[in-house]
């Protein structure tokens, strides 16, 4: 038996998530080059959304952060990988954390992360990167389902074909925006989000607007915890995301 302080984080050899009950999403990407579906495109959380509907995004083995492959979207033609709606994904004035790897390719759009966002009437949370305006990564929200609030606007310039870990999180106080471990920009009026029919999208908005050009990996959604809530920042993750607690 282990001393109490050493809690029992292992399992595998590797270590655990404290939080694995609350991950509601967890991508890594990892499959066959130009594969559309299992396993590359399979939810890994604990809550197992099943494997995404795919429009034209792909794995792809040329570029990745961790493992031997990550998920590549297009602007032409429009790239997505979707999870229908779930409770999962609406946070109403709850805490979160969104994360995960982006290497945004310059193009002339606003790039979609990932999002709970239908053109109209259905949106909640958006986060995007402006690689054809500002280059900054945006975190949008509504509280009716139609009203946009741009409620952070990063403040790093970020820079074609690089690797960058974004998080963004609400620890029922602020919402934090964090890229490389660095807090980039924050906002301090606790929203109740709205609760969106929309599916789960990444690479596009749902309706298919505001298409991205680039890669994915690493996407880890976990609801009810802001893992980093700290003006301070955190130390980035050198390794994939745990797979259990």
């Known amino acids: 038996m282990q001393p109490w302080s050493q809690p029992l984080l292992w399992k595998g050899g590797t270590p655990g998530d404290p939080y694995w009950s609350n991950v509601v999403l967890l991508m890594g990407f990892e499959g066959a080059n130009l594969s ?6 399979t939810d890994e959380s604990s809550h197992a959304h099943g494997t995404a509907t795919v429009t034209t995004a792909a ?16 602007t032409a033609p429009v790239s997505t990988v979707q999870f229908a709606n779930s409770a999962d994904w609406n946070f109403g004035s709850g805490n979160f954390t969104i994360e995960g790897w982006i290497y945004p390719v310059t193009d002339g ?3 979609t992360i990932i999002s709970l966002w239908q053109p109209t009437n259905q949106l909640s949370w958006l986060v ?4 054809g305006g500002d280059h900054h990564l945006h975190w949008d929200t509504s509280t009716t389902g139609s009203g946009v609030n741009a409620d952070i606007i990063g403040a790093t310039t970020l820079v074609a074909s690089t690797w960058y870990h974004f998080a963004i999180d609400f620890d029922g106080i602020k919402y934090r925006m964090y890229i490389n471990g660095v807090m980039d920009g924050s906002f301090s009026t606790p929203r109740t989000l709205f609760s969106s029919t929309a599916a789960l999208t ?11 050009d680039g890669d994915l990996d690493e996407i880890r959604v976990t609801k009810g915890v802001a893992r980093y809530a700290s003006d301070s920042g955190f130390a980035v993750p050198t390794a994939a995301f745990p797979r259990h607690a």
């Open 128 to 131: 995007f990167v402006a690689m």
């Open 59 to 74: 794995i792809t083995t040329g570029v990745f952060k961790f493992g031997a492959s990550s998920c590549g979207f297009t």
């Open 36 to 41: 559309q579906g299992a396993p590359g495109m």
């Open 109 to 111: 759009g606003t790039g």
């Open 202 to 212: 990444m690479g596009t908005s749902n309706g298919g607007g505001n298409a991205y």
